[in-house]
Protein backbone atom coordinates (compact mmCIF):
# COMPACT_ATOMS: atom_id res chain seq x y z
CA UNK A 1 0.00 0.00 0.00
CA UNK A 2 0.86 3.48 -0.48
CA UNK A 3 1.73 5.99 2.38
CA UNK A 4 -0.70 8.53 2.23
CA UNK A 5 0.41 12.09 2.19
CA UNK A 6 -1.76 15.19 3.42
CA UNK A 7 -0.68 18.31 2.35
CA UNK A 8 -2.88 20.90 2.96
CA UNK A 9 -2.05 24.86 1.47
CA UNK A 10 -2.96 28.33 3.45
CA UNK A 11 -1.77 30.13 5.59
CA UNK A 12 -1.21 29.32 8.91
CA UNK A 13 -3.42 32.57 12.05
CA UNK A 14 0.50 33.61 12.72
CA UNK A 15 1.27 34.23 8.82
CA UNK A 16 -2.11 35.97 8.35
CA UNK A 17 -1.18 38.11 11.42
CA UNK A 18 1.45 39.20 10.52
CA UNK A 19 0.24 40.30 7.06
CA UNK A 20 -2.64 42.24 8.76
CA UNK A 21 -0.04 43.87 10.89
CA UNK A 22 2.50 45.06 8.08
CA UNK A 23 -1.05 46.11 5.95
CA UNK A 24 -1.89 48.16 9.06
CA UNK A 25 1.43 49.82 9.39
CA UNK A 26 1.54 50.88 5.74
CA UNK A 27 -1.75 51.97 5.83
CA UNK A 28 -1.09 54.07 8.56
CA UNK A 29 1.94 55.99 6.99
CA UNK A 30 0.37 55.86 3.86
CA UNK A 31 -3.40 57.48 4.35
CA UNK A 32 -2.34 60.79 5.60
CA UNK A 33 0.02 61.32 2.34
CA UNK A 34 -2.89 60.10 0.11
CA UNK A 35 -5.25 62.88 1.92
CA UNK A 36 -2.45 65.65 1.20
CA UNK A 37 -2.53 64.30 -2.54
CA UNK A 38 -6.59 64.65 -2.77
CA UNK A 39 -6.41 68.29 -0.99
CA UNK A 40 -3.90 69.26 -3.52
CA UNK A 41 -6.37 67.87 -6.45
CA UNK A 42 -8.82 69.51 -5.11
CA UNK A 43 -7.36 73.00 -4.93
CA UNK A 44 -5.73 72.58 -8.35
CA UNK A 45 -9.28 71.74 -9.50
CA UNK A 46 -10.92 74.73 -8.04
CA UNK A 47 -8.33 77.15 -9.51
CA UNK A 48 -9.12 75.87 -12.88
CA UNK A 49 -12.38 76.08 -12.45
CA UNK A 50 -12.93 79.26 -11.44
CA UNK A 51 -10.53 80.37 -14.02
CA UNK A 52 -12.73 78.38 -17.23
CA UNK A 53 -16.06 79.94 -15.67
CA UNK A 54 -14.76 83.26 -15.30
CA UNK A 55 -13.69 83.05 -18.82
CA UNK A 56 -16.38 81.54 -20.00
CA UNK A 57 -18.93 84.65 -18.52
CA UNK A 58 -16.94 87.10 -20.26
CA UNK A 59 -17.04 85.50 -23.37
CA UNK A 60 -20.47 85.03 -23.20
CA UNK A 61 -20.93 88.54 -22.21
CA UNK A 62 -19.83 89.59 -25.20
CA UNK A 63 -21.50 86.51 -27.60
CA UNK A 64 -24.74 87.17 -26.40
CA UNK A 65 -24.53 90.95 -25.40
CA UNK A 66 -26.56 90.55 -22.49
CA UNK A 67 -25.20 90.51 -18.54
CA UNK A 68 -23.76 87.87 -17.15
CA UNK A 69 -23.82 86.36 -13.66
CA UNK A 70 -22.22 83.79 -11.44
CA UNK A 71 -23.81 83.32 -8.13
CA UNK A 72 -22.99 80.16 -5.34
CA UNK A 73 -26.22 77.70 -5.52
CA UNK A 74 -26.63 74.35 -3.42
CA UNK A 75 -29.02 73.39 -5.75
CA UNK A 76 -28.09 74.51 -8.72
CA UNK A 77 -31.57 76.26 -9.65
CA UNK A 78 -31.74 79.28 -7.40
CA UNK A 79 -28.63 81.96 -6.17
CA UNK A 80 -28.05 81.13 -2.59
CA UNK A 81 -25.22 83.50 -0.37
CA UNK A 82 -22.61 81.55 0.81
CA UNK A 83 -22.98 78.11 -1.05
CA UNK A 84 -19.53 78.05 -3.24
CA UNK A 85 -18.38 74.80 -1.70
CA UNK A 86 -21.52 73.38 -2.92
CA UNK A 87 -21.64 74.77 -6.33
CA UNK A 88 -22.86 77.96 -8.78
CA UNK A 89 -24.67 78.80 -11.37
CA UNK A 90 -23.81 81.00 -14.66
CA UNK A 91 -26.60 82.53 -16.04
CA UNK A 92 -28.12 85.46 -18.37
CA UNK A 93 -29.34 88.07 -16.59
CA UNK A 94 -31.51 89.87 -18.67
CA UNK A 95 -33.39 92.29 -15.78
CA UNK A 96 -30.27 92.81 -13.95
CA UNK A 97 -31.34 91.94 -10.47
CA UNK A 98 -28.27 89.38 -9.84
CA UNK A 99 -31.26 86.32 -9.63
CA UNK A 100 -32.36 83.83 -11.77
CA UNK A 101 -36.00 84.48 -12.72
CA UNK A 102 -38.16 82.29 -15.23
CA UNK A 103 -36.95 82.97 -18.92
CA UNK A 104 -33.23 83.79 -17.99
CA UNK A 105 -31.22 80.99 -19.41
CA UNK A 106 -28.72 79.02 -17.69
CA UNK A 107 -25.38 78.89 -19.31
CA UNK A 108 -23.20 76.41 -16.87
CA UNK A 109 -24.21 74.66 -13.52
CA UNK A 110 -21.31 73.52 -11.91
CA UNK A 111 -20.94 71.36 -8.46
CA UNK A 112 -17.64 71.97 -6.38
CA UNK A 113 -18.37 69.47 -3.57
CA UNK A 114 -15.23 70.51 -1.78
CA UNK A 115 -14.23 68.16 1.17
CA UNK A 116 -10.49 70.06 1.85
CA UNK A 117 -11.34 73.49 1.83
CA UNK A 118 -13.27 76.37 2.02
CA UNK A 119 -14.52 78.44 -0.83
CA UNK A 120 -15.95 82.06 -0.49
CA UNK A 121 -15.76 85.37 -2.84
CA UNK A 122 -15.13 88.94 -1.29
CA UNK A 123 -16.33 91.78 -3.82
CA UNK A 124 -15.86 94.97 -3.89
CA UNK A 125 -19.70 95.28 -3.51
CA UNK A 126 -19.86 93.07 -0.59
CA UNK A 127 -22.44 91.66 -3.33
CA UNK A 128 -22.30 87.47 -3.33
CA UNK A 129 -22.41 87.00 -6.55
CA UNK A 130 -20.33 88.72 -9.91
CA UNK A 131 -21.86 90.01 -12.90
CA UNK A 132 -20.37 90.28 -16.65
CA UNK A 133 -21.80 94.03 -18.17
CA UNK A 134 -23.21 92.90 -21.78
CA UNK A 135 -21.11 95.74 -23.48
CA UNK A 136 -17.75 94.90 -22.63
CA UNK A 137 -18.02 91.82 -21.01
CA UNK A 138 -16.07 93.36 -17.74
CA UNK A 139 -16.87 92.48 -13.98
CA UNK A 140 -17.94 96.31 -13.25
CA UNK A 141 -18.54 96.66 -9.81
CA UNK A 142 -17.81 92.97 -9.70
CA UNK A 143 -13.70 92.66 -8.61
CA UNK A 144 -12.76 91.09 -5.91
CA UNK A 145 -11.36 87.92 -4.97
CA UNK A 146 -11.89 84.04 -4.33
CA UNK A 147 -10.86 82.58 -1.38
CA UNK A 148 -9.17 78.67 -1.12
CA UNK A 149 -8.47 78.06 2.14
CA UNK A 150 -7.74 74.84 3.29
CA UNK A 151 -5.70 73.06 6.37
CA UNK A 152 -3.42 70.71 4.07
CA UNK A 153 -2.47 73.06 1.17
CA UNK A 154 -1.56 76.70 0.66
CA UNK A 155 -4.45 78.92 0.91
CA UNK A 156 -5.08 80.62 -2.65
CA UNK A 157 -6.44 83.89 -3.75
CA UNK A 158 -7.77 83.97 -7.27
CA UNK A 159 -8.06 87.55 -7.90
CA UNK A 160 -10.45 89.18 -10.38
CA UNK A 161 -9.29 92.49 -11.15
CA UNK A 162 -11.92 95.59 -12.71
CA UNK A 163 -10.38 94.92 -16.39
CA UNK A 164 -11.35 90.95 -15.98
CA UNK A 165 -8.20 89.55 -15.26
CA UNK A 166 -7.69 86.84 -13.09
CA UNK A 167 -4.17 86.46 -10.65
CA UNK A 168 -3.28 83.62 -8.53
CA UNK A 169 -1.72 84.25 -5.25
CA UNK A 170 -0.80 82.30 -1.87
CA UNK A 171 -1.28 84.28 1.25
CA UNK A 172 -0.50 82.78 4.59
CA UNK A 173 -3.81 83.18 5.95
CA UNK A 174 -7.33 83.49 4.50
Same mark, same amino acid.
Given at each position: ?14 E ?29 R??Y???Y???L ?8 ? $? ?9 ? /? @?C????? #??? !? ?29 NL?W?G $? ?9 ? /? @? ?5 ? #??? !? ?13 L ?14
Amino acid at each position: MYPIKSHTSGFSLFELIVVMAIIGIISAIALPHFQQYLAQQEAKRIRYLLQYSINLAKSQALTYR $ANIVICPSADL /Q @QCQNNQW #NSG !FIIFIDHNRNRSLDSGESIVLTEKTRLKYGNLEWKG $ALSLPSLRFNA /Q @QGLPLGS #NGS !FYYCSGFTPNQRIFLSNRGFLRIEFPNSC
